[in-house]
């Protein structure tokens, strides 16, 4: 579906809904039979129920980022969240230049959608006061003005990308894929750590080319980690990465998703660093540094 519904309009095809919340659940994790089923919540939080990767493909699709989504249109805002959720990225919004300015200069995002045209402060130059505090995450410029002089002013304030209204979400989902991919440093959709592989268009893990299961939140983490391989990444970071800003976190639940990807993949994959995080990297590499 368009974002501005035409009469030449294209349909897509309909995307999965993956976020399934409820309210006032304490939990930690819950198994049940084969598939696991993942509750976390704080004592008045919400829960969250995970998907379960089936012959290696997560059947919801949840992945692994956190995008900000800055448009006043409330219709739009409300499709481009939707969207965003059916291809499982934690999305928070904001409907003003202001309230946006303030969510991408305090909370970690991976990819920022931006409207030029906001009330109170205008697109261009909430994006200018990121880029001159230091803040680099990819934005991708969304808008309805169609002059090359205001393509160039978004360029210009350190914009990453434009995408003209109208446009379709398969273009808007693409273009965000490939803005986490060139900051992540990847050329491609798929990731490979020693006997690891992650196609993250298919969202589908093998060890030695044997298909693994996983749960949503178990792949999110694996994911995340993977775009940051050979880094070490701290539980507090991993947590804001996998809930979006009105979900209770706690950090100790990382603990129980860590362990469970080191039974189901090479135990040495992830090494914890103590007091610092964790690391995903090729256990062998190591090895042949020093032979």
Not at 20 to 35: F, L
Not at 221 to 235: D, E, I, N, P, W
Not at 240 to 258: A, G, K, M, P
Request: proline share 4%.
């Amino acid at each position: 579906m368009a974002a501005t519904a035409g009469p030449t309009a294209r349909r897509p095809p309909p995307m999965i809904a993956v976020d399934i919340r409820a309210v006032a659940m304490t939990a930690v994790a819950v198994m049940i039979g084969a598939d696991m089923t993942v509750a976390i919540t704080g004592a008045a939080g919400r829960m969250r129920q995970a998907g379960v990767v089936t012959g290696a493909v997560v059947t919801r699709a949840i992945r692994h980022m956190r995008i900000l989504v800055v448009e006043d249109d409330a219709d739009l805002q409300r499709l481009l969240k939707k969207a965003l959720n059916d291809a499982g990225y934690v999305v928070d919004t904001a409907a003003d230049g202001e309230e946006g300015h303030f969510l991408g200069d305090t909370e970690p995002y991976d990819v920022v959608i931006l409207d030029l045209g906001l009330p109170k402060i205008d697109g261009v130059r909430v994006l200018e006061r990121w880029r001159k505090d230091g803040r680099t995450m990819p934005v991708l410029i969304l808008t309805a003005r169609d002059r090359w002089s205001d393509k160039v002013a978004g360029f210009d304030a350190g914009a990453d990308d434009y995408l003209a209204k109208p446009f379709y979400t398969e273009e808007l989902l693409a273009r965000v894929r490939a803005l986490m991919r060139r900051a992540a440093g990847l050329a491609t959709a798929e990731i490979d750590v020693g006997p690891l592989r992650i196609d993250t268009r298919a969202s589908r893990v093998t060890i030695n080319g044997n298909p693994v299961k996983l749960t949503s939140l178990e792949y999110r983490l694996l994911s995340y980690l993977a775009h940051h391989r050979g880094k070490v990444v701290s539980r507090t970071e991993l947590v804001e990465h996998l809930y979006d800003q009105d979900f209770d976190r706690d950090s100790n639940t990382i603990e129980v998703f860590v362990g469970r990807l080191r039974k189901k993949l090479d135990a040495n994959l992830i090494q914890t660093v103590r007091g610092l995080g964790y690391c995903l990297d090729d256990p062998g590499s190591a090895d042949k540094a020093e032979a």
